[in-house]
């Protein structure tokens, strides 16, 4: 048996019936041409006929049990998995466009995984317009964080578009970074001795804990410092009881066109990604009337996995910043954010790499307490909404022939938090995930269409247009000007796909 380590067991002792700590990914493949009517259903008849399933696909829990996930959690290898389970052949109604996956992920997402099985799923849906179809991968948050999520579905795929007979995701083993060391066991010297070394951790780190502490609530005692602190953000919309009914809605974008703000705004492109999620957020809660006095801040996962380790598990810290959800000026609003995240990049970065994981554990630990105590959503919240951007590959991928059109994360929630926000890079573009409580938010598509339309305001506040930019470039000429022409999109944005 293999020992969960502190932060993923954090996420098996906040589960409930309306928090499931599951996270999925989303991915939509078009059909390789000439490919017969029967391609998707040989597929997932060769994807369940697989004899080898590797970790982490077939880790359960050693016990299944409230007591033995809280006291004692550890992973067994499930000898006797049932595929038939586990990959299930879903189909929507054809031609079926962005709202009706939508629809279907909402539903899947909303429905807990089976404690008494290894805790993922895998949906392959067909039926999507353009000869396009879907995988739907979910699994639970103890496992995987996204970075090693995105990894884990990354490693089957080929850039080879004539690949045939490949093998699904759960049979494929990951290369052991050289160096690392072997999982820990789930007996009692084994315990001690981790036990012993994270005392001693936490003694040599102590000290910069403590600073790292004080920084905190010295700037809760002066907010012109500019380090966004817990427990800032207002309670909002967003911050109330949630159920466990799902929404889940999609943007996508260029990635060339983020980076090209970031480097005129003189920020970095996560600086623009809360830029446009904050500049949403403000317009949704203006629109209800609901719009705080103070700013709404961000959780932002932040990860320290080394590039080259394949392992899983929960490898992230976090840092908090302002959102500048108060702000109607949209420039001044980005500068806000611009030196909110420098502060909170500079406080992490304070800290040794060693001590990541108990300043985590640390800033965390009232959200999981809030959690497990039953206060989330009936206090302030520790920051109002999660936005993260994962990192995925950057060239195109196929599968069984079939190539990679994008793919979009499928995040959790829990109660004080409606809403995240996670973005996932692939192939030039920016896929947005969005994620939201059914109840408590149900007009959350707005939120996707709405950053698109930030992003199209941000464009025409800090960019030149290319009529003037074009005329800049070439030498006088005595001839008129031609009348300037209307700015052109860019990008496609592919329609906010919910329920």
């Known amino acids: 048996m293999k020992r969960l380590a502190t932060l993923d067991a954090s996420w098996l002792a906040v589960e409930s019936e309306d928090t499931p700590m599951h996270v999925g990914n989303l991915q939509i493949f078009s059909l390789p041409e000439g490919a017969p009517d029967t391609f998707l259903r040989d ?3 060769r994807m369940k006929e697989t004899g080898d399933v590797a970790p982490p696909w077939c880790y359960k829990l050693a016990w299944s049990g409230l007591l033995g996930r809280l006291v004692a959690p550890a992973w067994k290898v499930d000898k006797d998995i049932d595929l038939d389970y586990h990959v299930r052949h879903s189909a929507l109604p054809r031609p079926g466009g962005e709202r009706e996956l939508g629809v279907l992920v909402s539903r899947l997402h909303s429905n807990p995984l089976d404690f008494a ?13 353009n000869n396009r179809f879907a995988l739907y991968t979910k699994m639970h ?3 995987i964080d996204g970075i090693s999520g995105v990894r884990l579905m990354q490693r089957v795929l080929t850039t080879d578009p004539d690949k045939r007979d490949m093998p699904p995701p759960w049979s494929v083993r990951p290369e052991r970074r050289r160096g ?11 315990a001690i001795s981790q036990a012993m070394d994270a005392l001693k951790l936490q003694a040599d780190m102590a000290p910069r804990l403590w600073q790292a502490g004080n920084r905190l609530i010295h700037s809760v005692r ?10 800032t953000g207002p309670v909002s919309k967003i911050n109330h009881r949630v159920t466990g009914q799902r929404r889940f809605a999609t943007q996508h974008y260029q990635l060339d066109r983020i980076k090209e703000l970031a480097n005129v705004s003189g920020g970095s492109l996560n600086d623009i990604v809360l830029y446009l999620c904050g500049t949403a957020l403000r317009r949704f809660l203006v629109e209800q009337d609901e719009l705080p006095e103070t700013p709404l801040t961000a959780g932002i996962p932040v990860n320290i996995r080394p590039a080259d380790d394949q392992g899983t598990g929960t490898q992230i ?15 001044i609003r980005l500068q806000n954010i611009k ?5 909170a990049k500079e406080h992490l970065q304070k800290l040794p790499k060693s001590a990541l994981t108990q300043y985590t554990m640390l800033l965390m630990s009232p959200y999981i ?11 302030r919240p520790v920051f109002n909404v999660t936005i993260s951007n994962v990192p995925g590959p950057q060239r195109t991928l196929y599968y069984e022939g079939a190539k990679l059109e994008a793919m979009y994360p499928v995040s959790l929630i829990a109660h004080g938090g409606a809403l995240n926000i996670t973005c996932l890079s692939y192939d030039g573009s920016l896929n947005f995930g969005y994620t939201g409580c059914r109840d408590t938010l149900p007009s959350m598509q707005k939120l996707a269409v709405y950053t698109g339309e930030a992003l199209d305001e941000l464009e025409s506040l800090i960019l030149p247009p290319p009529a003037k930019a074009s005329a800049a470039a070439k030498p006088a000429s005595t001839k008129p000007a031609a009348a300037p022409k209307k700015r052109t999109a860019r990008s496609r944005k592919t329609p906010a796909a919910g329920s």
């Open 43 to 45: 597929m997932v008849a």
């Open 117 to 129: 099985r290894p805790l993922w799923e895998c949906h392959v849906i067909e039926g999507l317009e």
């Open 141 to 143: 948050h103890s496992m």
């Open 180 to 190: 690392s060391k072997t999982d820990s066991e789930a007996s009692v010297p084994a």
């Open 222 to 231: 002066h907010p012109d410092d500019g380090l966004t602190a817990p427990f």
């Open 317 to 331: 810290s976090f840092m908090i910043a302002s959102l500048a959800t108060d702000e109607p000026d949209p420039l």
């Open 339 to 343: 030196t909110s995240t420098r502060r």
């Open 369 to 379: 307490l809030q959690l497990m105590s039953g206060l989330g959503g009936r206090m």
